[in-house]
């Protein structure tokens, strides 16, 4: 490096939150939080019952639209964009799957995703029936690849309604990634997950990390978090207590003291 040069290495943070507050009728959900997520991590949140998560989730998600504050996501400014300008920037939550579509087929949840698909477009009256089959077909084999990925190939024929609590979180993984997305936000994916099923959980997030997806997960299992997440970031009372790796977290006495509300 030529003499004089900026030695300290630029950190890459895929978002970043600065001051953001949401308050609901006196309740302030989230106040003053600045945070920065690390591209290519898996980044813990947690935090005691109404610290501020979900809602912080609502916020980056553009659900909820901040009072103050702002949120970058690749270094442009996402705050006051709506749900779906976000998702086409590549930064996805999964949602629950909704009452529809737990009557329909893991293959139907997934090949329905694409908002752009040129099918159901009006416009695309005018275009010649092969492209649309041409389209269907590359959405087939995307959620094959998809099915494969994740390991739940074998599910492809069931109806979501009838899949475990784990299996259907699996699902609603598989379903964000039918978009593509850089990063995915969790909001805890280990709730109700039976042992074998989180094993896998872990098993699949770490390896959709491996191919540089970047993770936020909320979380209330320990064991998940401690496991999975780096770093992990602690929430009380709508922002940002601190952040560390998992043994820095287990030994700070702030944290303790947060969660026993002392
Ligand atoms: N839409 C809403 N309307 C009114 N109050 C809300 C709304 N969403 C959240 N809150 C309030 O904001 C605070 C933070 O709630 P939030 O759900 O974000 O917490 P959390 O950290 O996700 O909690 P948990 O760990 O229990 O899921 C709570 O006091 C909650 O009651
Ligand atoms: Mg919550």
Redesign the pocket.
């Known amino acids: 490096m030529a003499n004089g040069e900026e030695k300290t290495e630029r950190i890459d943070y895929i978002l970043e939150i600065k001051g953001l507050e ?1 308050d ?2 006196g ?4 106040r003053d939080c600045t945070l920065s997520v690390k591209r290519g991590t898996i980044t813990g949140i947690i ?12 916020l980056i998600s553009g659900f ?1 639209q901040p009072d103050k504050g702002e949120i970058w996501f690749n270094s442009e400014r996402i705050d006051s964009l709506k749900p779906h300008q976000i998702c086409q920037r590549r930064l996805m939550r999964t949602f629950q799957i909704a009452r529809e579509l737990q009557k329909m087929t893991v293959m139907e949840n997934l090949t329905l995703i694409p908002h752009n698909q040129l099918g159901e477009n009006l416009v695309n009256i005018w275009l010649p029936p092969g492209a649309i089959r041409e389209q269907e077909k590359e959405i087939r084999e995307k959620a094959f690849e998809v099915l494969n990925f994740i390991e739940i190939f074998h599910l492809k024929d069931e109806y979501a309604g009838n899949l475990s609590v784990g299996q259907k979180t699996l699902l609603e993984i598989a379903r964000t990634m039918m978009a593509d997305p850089e990063m995915i936000l969790l ?2 994916p280990g709730a109700g997950v039976n042992k074998s099923l989180m094993k896998k959980l872990v098993a699949d997030i770490r390896k959709l990390n491996l191919t540089g997806k970047t993770f936020l997960l ?1 979380e ?1 299992d320990m064991d998940l978090v401690m496991n999975l997440c780096n770093p992990i970031i602690v ?1 009380t009372e ?1 922002s940002k207590l601190m952040e560390g790796s998992a043994h820095e977290i287990k030994k700070d006495k702030r944290v303790l003291e947060a969660y026993l509300g002392v």
């Open positions: 949401k609901f009728g309740i302030k959900a989230v935090g005691p019952n109404g610290a501020g998560k979900t809602s912080l989730f609502n909820y909001d805890e909320i209330h929430m709508g």
